[in-house]
């Protein structure tokens, strides 16, 4: 157990509105990750920290935004959601001599 | 970008049997993990490799660092029923970020009692 957790756990909004998702952790990891998963595309990063106020872009970054303004929460934003936006959302951390990644447990994200 | 090509995508197999699963790479790897998610949870990482030819188990479960460090398998014995879920390889670019994996698309498996 990474110490990961994730709010909301699941969430149904209308396209065109904001959307945040939280990730939280308590040991002071320092790199966190958002991923997305869908049908067929196995997990896409969307974008990474590897500090606070320090963040990069994943292979599928369109449409969303993140902050991290303290080590523990690391926050995915989706500014206008779409449809195509509908998926099921990990944070992840990293850990270990070899970087081993670990997951929290997701949030799914409808949008209708 | 770098893609790896996890097979099979789906097993049906009768509990008792062993299982096997496999996932290479175009470019070669430094690290190999294998992740399993049941339904509704995050994957959990279930055995990690570091070095060519290395062989580790973690109970039932066997995975290997290919020698040419393109590829990677897991082989389950004596699955269980609650083997079913989906198993993820994913890896590490040698030519890449250390803190950015590759995953692989997932093996669906199912074990019939």
């Known amino acids: 157990d990474a110490g990961i957790t994730q709010s909301p756990r699941h969430k149904v909004t209308e396209t065109g509105t904001p959307v945040t998702l939280r990730c939280h952790q308590t040991e002071n990891h320092r790199y966190m990750y958002w991923y997305r998963q869908d049908p067929g595309h196995g997990l896409r990063l969307i974008h990474y920290s590897y500090g606070v106020k320090d963040t990069d872009k994943g292979e599928v970054s369109d449409g969303y935004s993140v902050s991290r303004s303290k080590t523990e929460d690391f926050l995915l934003t989706l500014e206008s959601a779409t449809s195509s936006q509908t998926s099921v959302y990990f944070c992840?951390?990293?850990?270990?001599?070899?970087?081993?990644?670990?997951f929290g447990p997701g949030t799914r994200l409808t949008v209708t | 970008g770098q893609q790896l090509n996890q097979s099979p995508q789906s097993m049906f197999i009768q509990e008792g049997e062993d299982v096997s699963m496999n996932c290479t790479s175009s470019s070669i790897f430094n690290t190999w993990l294998w992740y399993k998610q049941d339904p509704g949870e995050g994957p959990v990482l279930l055995i990690a490799?570091?070095?060519?030819?290395e062989l580790t188990s973690n109970g039932r479960l066997t995975a290997q660092f290919g020698i040419t460090r393109k590829d990677s398998f897991l082989n389950i014995s004596a699955s269980i029923p609650s083997d079913v879920g989906i198993y993820f390889c994913a890896g590490r670019d040698s030519g890449g970020s250390n803190y950015k994996l590759t995953f692989g698309k997932g093996t669906l498996l199912t074990v019939n009692p």
């Open positions: 992840a951390i990293t850990e270990g001599l070899a970087y081993e990644q670990y």
């Open positions: 490799l570091y070095k060519a030819g």
